[in-house]
């Protein structure tokens, strides 16, 4: 049987314009740290953004963060040990239904 992995979610609050997802996403690639899940959208006016990072829980978590308080277009870093990760798995699992759901009525 396979290991659970300790995950965590980091909350930022971004600018909202066009690249800011792959700055961040591009960081976590060039030092090979995987992202488990993402969940993004605009707040208030639109002008910024949250978004939500399932990060597996490990000793280069802390340098993560420190690299992520560098980027410019970041505003606000929070590690979020206290949210419920499983929604990642319960968006999917619904993403799926809905999917199946779309095909089957089609016919």
């Not at 930022?12 to 066009?18: D, E, G, M, P, Q």
């Not at 990060?55 to 979020?80: F, G």
């Amino acid at each position: 049987m396979e290991a659970t992995k300790a995950n965590t979610i980091i909350e930022l609050t971004v600018n909202n314009h066009a690249g800011v997802m792959s700055h961040i996403t591009g960081l976590f690639s060039r030092r090979g740290y995987n992202l488990e899940g993402i969940i993004c959208g605009p707040v208030g006016d639109g002008s910024v953004s949250r978004m939500y990072l399932l990060v597996e829980k490990n000793a280069r978590l802390e340098q993560m963060i420190k690299q992520l308080e560098k980027l410019y277009d970041i505003l606000i870093v929070s590690l979020r040990e206290d949210y419920d990760h499983t929604l990642f798995h319960r968006l999917h699992d619904l993403i799926i239904k809905e999917k199946n759901r779309a095909k089957y009525k089609e016919f």
